[in-house]
């Protein structure tokens, strides 16, 4: 029997013939250790190796990056003793700008003795994919296809071998030199409307035109199918956005003609100066895809120069993706819990209902509302998870509690969520006592933008027993008609309203709101009361439930146990 060396360095000698690349992560220690064709996958020597996760992500295209943790996440919140399997479908970012598409296979463990969490997995090219491109490439004939971007192709790289040329010229006129990089828009809807040959002419001559406008100003490179760069390396900087603008009307004027259509098309260009020394060519392709983003994030059609502000939203990307992680990290540790907050009758002062409220504490026991984390949990499409939690944990406490009734805040996309409606239903449906004593909070703007689909969701939940609340009132454009058909049981007036009663205005307001809930049979709450003298104005107007800190803050008690104890 050989010894483990052998195996060892036969086994890495396998990987490395067969272009597969393994890895071995410690989740909890943040280190990874890798194994076989390091450099035909990532691009770098085996002592260049992504140490930890920070590293091993500026391998993975970042358009991919959030999907392939979110997954992951996912499965090690799943994980069990016998493990979870896995497989990814992503694009990975080699060191030298080649992107390809890539099938990662592994299995996540958890140490049932020390809690450990490793994964262990196997990287390898996803060739199917790459064939399936370049079959796609030839039924298009496109000779520079998107399949490039997967391939590494030669016009990319002689683009970033280009830009570090002009990058590096030490005579440059720090004030002269730009880029654009122009798509052609739909043109996947072209090809399909209209075939492959009638698209790759209508690529030919988006070439002609744009080499045709430059002249002599500049350099046109098609480096993808429908993606082409200009570089005016002797133009000043200050010329770029109406060289743009005039591009973009050019083709807006005048459509091409193709196999006798006559087709308009729609561009949209980034573009970003070669001022800064300090940025390779590689870095320059990386800021100029995302103006080229930003361009087609606001309509398409457009352009977008690259600038400091949209190098901070990538900085705050970042910080959106720390803190979903560390979310993510002490979720799956249990440090994710309810607090509560009770919501008194203005009449009485008994308390009506609790709102469930998510609560975070981190490793050193401290607790974070949810105003710290909520905005990186919605970015990074966290917010099914955090409401089935708290739907589920809500659901819990009636179960144990029969004597108080709690209320949820239930996101957008959630509310619409065939499989959280299917945990609903599973959790009440032999419970109508537990049902009709939770309310499900939705926000006025969801509610609006798709009333067809809030109804039918409401209708189920009402015939389920549970009750709706319309959170924030007042805060959107909901009409009079629209309110009926949604078929309420609660508003909550939004708070901004309450915080500025001092307002002659805002009070009129909440008078209205009252009324016009009122005339519709709808109960009213009042959120954010602060002081006595507003809870008693609220009160006098007719408001049914009054909530804020008037009433206490939220807290990780059970605060129904405390209540009783009182009485």
Known sequence: MADGHIWVQHLKSSLKASKQLAYLYDVSEDQFEFMGDIFGLLGCAEDACPADKKTFSNFILPDDLVTRQLTLAEM????????KNFTLNYRMLRADGTIFPVIETGIISIDPQTQKTTI??????????????KKLTSKMGFREAISNSFSGSQERRALISRLDELVATDDRDPKKGYVLLVEVDRVSWINQVYGGNFTDELLEKTNATLTSMVGDRAEVMRIAGDLFAIIFADEYQGEMRDTAQKILTVFYNQPVKVQERTVHQVLSIGGVSISDKSVSGAGLIGWLELALNDAKERGRGCFIEYSDTIGQEVNQFRDVLAIGDNFLKNFKEGRVKMAFQGVMNSRTNDVSFYECLIRMIDADGQVHSAGNFINAVEKMGLTRLVDTFATKESI????????ISLSVNVSNHTLTDPDWLKIVTYELRDYPDVANRLIIEITEGFAMNDINQTIRVMRALHDLGCRVALDDFGAGNTGFSQLKDLALDIVKIDKSFVREMGREENKHFIKTLHSLASAMNLET??????????????????????????????????????????K
């Open 76 to 83: 090690i919140s799943k994980c069990g003793t016998t493990g």
């Open 120 to 133: 262990q997995s196997l990287i390898a090219i996803d060739t199917e994919t790459i064939e399936r491109q």
């Open 396 to 403: 819990r406490e009636l179960k144990e509690y029969p004597l």
């Open 525 to 566: 709450v009042a959120e954010g009361a602060e002081t006595i003298l507003e809870a008693d104005i609220l009160a006098r107007d007719g408001i049914d439930h009054i909530q804020g800190f008037v009433h206490g803050l939220p807290s990780m008690d059970r605060l129904w146990l405390k209540d009783k104890e009182k």
